[in-house]
């Protein structure tokens, strides 16, 4: 794994892709946030913040990837640009059992396979994972800082990996990720799964970044229980985090 490195804004393009599910199974696992109406709210709000995010420049484009076969029509008709694409599946029949991550990564890549605006970008693209409900409030901070190369960015130690954002370019996904889904045929969280098993790569051509440069702040509420993913205590948890990170730019 590698350490974080020089400060400058990635080469390629910037997509954003959105993974979604508007309406889960009513017998998914360690879900509470079921309710497909307020679901959709969620992924409007934060489509809102995205969409904001495109129109100034931050982002290249967004890829919405839906996996229960929910219509989207009414996104669809409120964002027009044609550097935003819509990709609905139903693909959630799988065993009841499996963390729901398992159809995530089942949805990644097919969104990686299918779409257009990523076939089309060049292999310097890098494509930012995020999950639809989450508002990532500081995207361009967290663009802007992040290393020169890397195959995969996110935060990542031994046991746990980071699955609300995570970056990578192609290659990175071909080698690193794609088909993780097969493992995740398990009630365990996948995050609990591809951690150590990210630690353990050794691939010269695909470098993994662990450690976010500039940290994201989440805002959204978790799926599992509905709480709020930040509160005013992670906040000052996170200002006290970012404090000697910018010493080290404002002095790199």
């Known amino acids: 794994m590698h350490a974080p490195g020089e400060y400058l804004h990635p080469m390629g393009q910037n997509i954003v892709l959105l993974t979604a599910t508007i309406t889960p199974r009513s017998a998914q696992p360690g879900l509470r946030l079921q309710d497909p109406a307020q679901r959709l709210q969620d992924y409007r709000d934060a489509f809102a913040f995205y969409a904001a995010q495109l129109a100034a420049g931050t982002i290249d484009a967004i890829v919405f990837a839906e996996n229960s076969g929910h219509s989207l029509a009414p996104l669809r008709e409120a964002y027009t640009d044609p550097r935003i694409e819509w990709l609905v599946c139903d693909d959630l029949d799988y065993p009841s059992h499996y963390h729901r991550g398992y159809g995530e990564f089942r949805l990644i890549d097919r969104a990686m396979a299918q779409s257009r605006i990523i076939a089309a970008a060049g292999d ?120 000697p990170r910018l010493a080290r730019i404002a002095f790199r």
């Open 124 to 243: 310097d693209a890098v494509i930012w994972k995020i999950t639809g409900r989450y508002v990532i409030e500081n995207l361009r901070s967290v663009i802007r800082y992040a290393p020169r190369r890397f195959a995969l960015y996110c935060k990542l130690d031994e046991k746990w990996v980071e699955m609300s954002i995570m970056a990578w370019t192609k290659r990175g996904h071909a080698r690193l990720l794609k088909d993780s889904a097969d493992a995740f045929g398990t009630p365990m969280a996948p995050e609990l799964i591809l951690a150590p098993r990210l630690m353990a790569t050794q691939l010269p051509d695909c470098p993994i970044v662990g450690r976010f440069t500039w940290p994201p702040l989440i805002v959204g509420r978790r799926g599992t229980d509905g709480t709020p993913f930040t509160s005013w205590r992670t906040r000052l948890k996170f200002n006290a985090l970012l404090l």
